[in-house]
Every structure is written in C-alpha cells, then in structure tokens.
C-alpha cells in the first residue's frame, strides 16, 4: 500500500531564498526514493509555491497548498483560486486545517465548499478532521469527528471521494513534545473508517487514504505509520529541517 508523507510548511520559511535552499537540499537528500509506494508532498507557503513547482519540476515531489477559496474567479478580495492552484502545478490541498478554524473562523460547512471546488477543479483534498481538548474532556470525540465528515465530505460523487485522503491531527496534538499515543490513533482511524461504512460502503472505508498529523517526528513516525489503517503522516516542525524530515520519510520507505 501506498504510503503518504507530507510537510506542510505553514509560515515558517522568512524569505524566498531559506525557501530555495530547502527544496534543493531536499531534492538531492530524496535520491535514495526509488520505491513507487511512497508518496511525498510539500505545502509551502502561497508565495513560495511558483518557485517550488519549477524546483520541484521532474522530481518525485508533490506540490500542494495549505488552504483554497471555493470560488474560482471574481470579486473575492485576497483569495487564493483553485485554478490557479491548478496553474502553478498543485495537485493537493489542505482542506481545514484547525489553524484555519482557529484564526480564520472556517467551520464544516465552509470545508464542504471547499472540498467542492477541489472536486470542480480536480485537486485532491487532504481534509482535516480531529478533535480539541475540550471535546475529548466531554466525551466528545467520535461525535466530532462524525460530524466533521458528515458536513465537509457531504454531496459529493463518489468517485470522487475514493481518492481522497483524511488526515486524523486531533488539535490538542499539534506542536506538542509528543503525538498522540498509538491507541488514540488506531481508535480514530477505526472509527473514521467505520463511519465512512455507515455513510458509503466497504469499498471506500477500507480503501480511502487516512493519515495521521500532530507532533510527528522521527522518533515516533515508526510506531504510528504501524498502526492498522495508517497510510501516512503529516508533518511540521520535524519537516522544516531536511535530514529530519528524510529520516521520517526513510521509515515509511521501510514499513
Ligand atoms: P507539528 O508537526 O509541528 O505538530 O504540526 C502539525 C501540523 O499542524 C501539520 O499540519
């Protein structure tokens, strides 16, 4: 089985030329990747993304970005338009990432519209689902995340959907010494799979791509990637410094 492993970058790179460095140092570093069962991809920065699909041009690397307007064109003052994601060579995208509902007031049914346009324009969304704190100290958890999958993956086709890929970050995990233990995961990711065999079917429950993101790093990358149903992982803080990213990478190569 495939496996996914993705950086996304957030607003860490200061200056187009740390960005430049980064790419190169991690396309000479990926050499080693021969296998066609691992899959990496890079979220950078809106700004950086026309200069990272030119470097990352006939490598093994996929170009995404961290978020998406749902409209393609017209009169919606700084969006980003799918289209031109498209354009500049993204072929992922982040879909609610909780930093967007955190600060830029996103909820499902925003993420819904979202995933629609990645549907009209042909993007593949990675869609952010998870828990916070609070909700897990109320019990809440399966509930969110039903909810979660209920609204943002609602009316759309089918095969569509088989392609997509869910990324398990509860928000209580991110930027955190450590990611959640082995049996949170699993727990989620089964009950991520069984609610997608409530809504859909076997087919796609057991076949779509779920991944885990929240204080991945070398250390742990290896246990988690071992937990039944994982397809990959999402990375930060351990992606923003090449040789710790690639060790994670090599450990996925390995599983
Ligand atoms: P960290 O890997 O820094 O915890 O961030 C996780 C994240 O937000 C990935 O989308």
């Not at 392609?163 to 699993?186: L, R």
């Amino acid at each position: 089985m495939e496996k996914i492993i993705g950086a996304n970058l957030k607003i860490y790179f200061k200056d187009k030329k740390e960005f430049k460095e980064y790419a190169q140092t991690l396309i000479k570093e990926m050499d080693f990747i021969k296998s066609d069962s691992l899959k990496v991809y890079v979220l950078p920065d809106f700004l950086n993304i026309p200069q990272a699909s030119e470097i990352f041009k006939n490598t093994k690397i996929n170009i995404g970005a961290q978020d998406l307007f749902w409209e393609d064109s017209g009169p919606y003052t700084g969006a980003i338009s799918p289209l031109l994601l498209k354009d500049f060579g993204c072929t992922l995208v982040f879909v609610g990432h909780s930093e967007r509902r955190r600060y830029f007031n996103e909820n499902d049914y925003i993420l819904n519209k979202k995933v629609h346009a990645c549907y009209r324009v042909g993007l593949i969304p990675i869609v952010l689902i998870g828990e916070t704190e609070e909700e897990r100290s109320y019990g809440l958890t399966d509930i969110i995340i039903e909810k979660q999958i209920r609204i943002i993956l609602n009316n759309l086709p089918y095969d569509f959907l088989k392609n997509i890929v869910i990324m398990y970050e509860p928000v209580w995990a991110i930027g955190k010494a450590d990611a959640a233990t082995p049996e949170i995961i699993e727990k989620s990711f089964k009950f991520i799979r069984k609610t997608l065999l409530k809504i859909y079917d076997k087919n796609l429950s057991e076949n779509i791509k779920v991944i885990y993101g929240g204080s991945v790093n070398p250390s742990n990358a290896s246990e988690i990637l071992k937990i039944k149903g994982a397809d990959g992982l999402g990375v930060t803080r351990s992606s923003l410094n090449v040789r710790e990213f690639v060790k994670i990478i090599r450990i996925a190569e390995k599983i």
